[in-house]
T-cell receptor, first 109, second 117 residues
Framework: QQQVKQSPQSLIVQKGGISIINCAYENTAFDYFPWYQQFPGKGPALLIAIRPDVSEKKEGRFTISFNKSAKQFSLHIMDSQPGDSATYFCAASGYQLIWGAGTKLIIKP | ETGVTQTPRHLVMGMTNKKSLKCEQHLGHNAMYWYKQSAKKPLELMFVYNFKEQTENNSVPSRFSPECPNSSHLFLHLHTLQPEDSALYLC????????????????FGPGTRLTVT
């Protein structure tokens, strides 16, 4: 019940395309859903986060879609750029973060 | 220095060695964390400190020993490690991390890449 399942494990998208990463959780007590971005040689950094009182949050080219009834949330990267190539982690939390296994995203020029 | 710093960045040690990892945060936070990151696995939370007190120990083997002398510094003392302990060890900090408080953004250091031979 404490797991967060993330898919796909890796993703290749053409420049300008839409990248979509999905996560599913089981614990209905989770109330905070962040996405972190990690570049090689760096620690993860918060990209965007959502709380379950809204179904969507957009920041620039990055959007979180949240489906409370399905216990799923996803990250959409519009107009994907080579600089977006990184590993993306979803997480879910009451007060302690439970992490997904990560998605390695490669944007091909 | 800004943010969260970690030293050393790379460490190779034998199974009988003793070494320590150091983390320092310059953000005025009260919570600090140690995570283990292995390829294709979720980040594994190892220890959490709030206001210098350990509040989480996720069944970590005793060959890993944390120390938090103040809210800005966190150490991970290593001894008699196993090859499967080879991983990236990440330190993070946040405002606080207590039951009843909403989760907060965690700020990560660049990690220490540990290889146990």
């Amino acid at each position: 019940q404490q797991q967060v399942k993330q898919s796909p494990q890796s993703l290749i998208v053409q420049k300008g395309g839409i990248s979509i990463i999905n996560c599913a959780y089981e614990n209905t007590a989770f109330d905070y859903f962040p996405w972190y971005q990690q570049f090689p040689g760096k620690g993860p950094a918060l990209l965007i986060a959502i709380r379950p009182d809204v179904s969507e949050k957009k920041e620039g080219r990055f959007t979180i879609s949240f489906n409370k009834s399905a216990k799923q949330f996803s990250l959409h990267i519009m107009d994907s750029q080579p600089g977006d190539s990184a590993t993306y982690f979803c997480a879910a939390s009451g007060y302690q973060l439970i992490w997904g296994a990560g998605t390695k995203l490669i944007i091909k020029p | 220095e800004t943010g969260v710093t970690q030293t050393p960045r790379h460490l190779v040690m034998g199974m009988t060695n003793k070494k320590s990892l150091k983390c320092e945060q310059h953000l005025g936070h009260n919570a600090m964390y140690w995570y283990k990151q292995s390829a294709k696995k979720p980040l594994e939370l190892m220890f959490v400190y709030n206001f210098k007190e350990q509040t989480e120990n996720n069944s970590v083997p005793s060959r890993f020993s944390p120390e938090c002398p103040n809210s800005s510094h966190l150490f991970l003392h290593l001894h008699t490690l196993q090859p499967e302990d080879s991983a990236l060890y990440l330190c993070a900090s946040s405002q606080a991390n207590l039951p009843g408080l909403a989760a907060d953004e965690q700020y990560f250091g660049p990690g220490t890449r540990l290889t146990v031979t």
